[in-house]
């Protein structure tokens, strides 16, 4: 059984970082793409960032320059440095594992960004 297991979240302050990971357990692919997505009291789901097992990664345009993923396909783990945060990056962030139409999701972690 696969299992992703986001940790980091929390509350921080407008300006401040924070540095999520997600770990996944179980047997699976070391040639997932994987990433993150958060969603926001009354909105949808939006992505953040992924990030390939060849490292090419992808951002949101409202995290661009803030927000850096990375991965360790030893460890099947992901991260997301966040930088400069807002209040508008609070929400709920979720890990995610694709390949090949097969996904998980983690349980999701909040971060909550004070003004």
């Known amino acids: 059984q696969v299992q992703l297991v986001e940790s980091g979240g929390g509350l921080v302050q407008a300006g401040g970082s924070l540095r999520l990971s997600c770990a996944a357990s179980g047997t699976i692919s070391r040639f997932g793409a994987m990433g993150w997505r958060r969603q926001a009291p009354a909105k949808q789901r939006e992505l953040v960032a992924t990030?390939?097992?060849?490292?090419?990664?992808n951002y949101a345009d409202s995290v661009k320059g803030r927000f850096t993923i990375s991965r360790d396909n030893a460890k099947n783990t992901v991260y997301l440095q966040m930088n400069s945060l807002k209040p508008e990056d609070t929400a709920v962030y979720y890990c995610?594992?694709?390949?090949?139409?097969?996904?998980?999701w983690g349980q999701g972690t909040q971060v909550t960004v004070s003004s």
């Open positions: 990030i390939t097992s060849g490292g090419s990664t």
């Open positions: 995610h594992w694709g390949l090949g139409g097969k996904e998980y």
